[in-house]
């Protein structure tokens, strides 16, 4: 008898005590800015051409929709610079993609690098688990980048010997005929990068509390792009994939 008055009052300490907790929470907003370092990869499914990834920076604003003590809706308008490279090396020239006859003593050299600065817009679920002062974030969503601008940098060559190139018609090259051909790229650039980028993310966030409605934030996350990064269909297929490490500071709205 005595056991099972026990496993009463237990109980109803129990509920009593969720319910407590379940009524000083309060759905609130929280509202912030971050910002940090961005480092790029580039994913390439055509073979021949090299790629190198760069680096970049990305800074904005964030608001955040708690649903629950553990559940939060969270939203980021951001603006990223994001940086790569790419070039290509060929020793020997066809005059038309079909041709037998090679010059094996022409060649085509390319080496670009390009920046690009982008809108972004991610939209995540974040799940939080907090003890005192202290918490983690764990977030997952996707997002959609909107170009901005592009800038490009580098160069193509082309050789063409007059000995490797004496079979060559030049009906199908848009050149005069034998020599050394180079253009020199530095500046912005249009119609190259492609309009939008848009993927997955995801990433891990720990938190410090300054008081009640303000907190130190220091966040690290993946962006998986799954758009071309070239808006010319013809061009290689390259996506990018994206590490951010950021520094923020939130602050809840409200009482």
């Known amino acids: 008898m005595r056991n099972a008055l026990t496993?009463?009052?237990?109980?109803?300490l129990l509920q009593v005590s969720l319910q407590a907790q379940v009524t000083t929470f309060r759905r609130s907003w929280i509202v912030g800015m971050a910002a940090g370092p961005l480092f790029n990869q580039v994913q390439q499914t055509t073979p021949g051409y090299n790629y190198t990834g760069g680096n970049g920076y990305q800074l904005g604003a964030v608001a955040e929709y708690r649903l629950s003590p553990g559940l939060s809706l969270r939203g980021e308008l951001n603006l990223e610079q994001r940086s790569f490279g790419t070039s290509y090396y060929s020793q020997g020239v066809r005059e038309i993609d079909t041709s037998s006859y090679i010059?094996?003593?022409c060649y085509y050299d390319m080496s670009l690098s390009y920046v690009s600065q982008y809108l972004s817009v991610p939209v995540y679920l974040q799940f939080t688990q907090s003890s005192g002062k202290l918490g983690v974030n764990f977030r997952v969503g996707a997002f959609y980048s909107l170009l901005m601008s592009a800038s490009?940098?580098?160069?193509?060559?082309?050789?063409?010997?007059a000995e490797g190139t004496k079979n060559f018609s030049f009906e199908f090259i848009d050149f005069d005929g034998?020599?050394?051909?180079?253009?020199n790229y530095s500046g912005a650039v249009y119609d190259v990068i492609n309009t939008y980028d848009a993927g997955f993310s995801f990433g891990l966030a720990g938190w410090y509390a300054l008081n009640k409605k303000t907190s130190l934030q220091l966040d690290f996350f993946v962006k998986v792009g799954l758009a071309n990064v070239f808006e010319n269909p013809t061009m290689p297929e390259v996506t990018q994939r994206s590490y951010s490490i950021r520094l923020g500071v939130q602050r809840q709205l409200g009482e």
């Open 7 to 12: 496993i009463i009052l237990l109980s109803l």
């Open 103 to 105: 010059c094996w003593d």
């Open 152 to 161: 490009r940098q580098g160069h193509e060559e082309l050789y063409l010997d």
């Open 178 to 183: 034998p020599g050394l051909y180079r253009d």
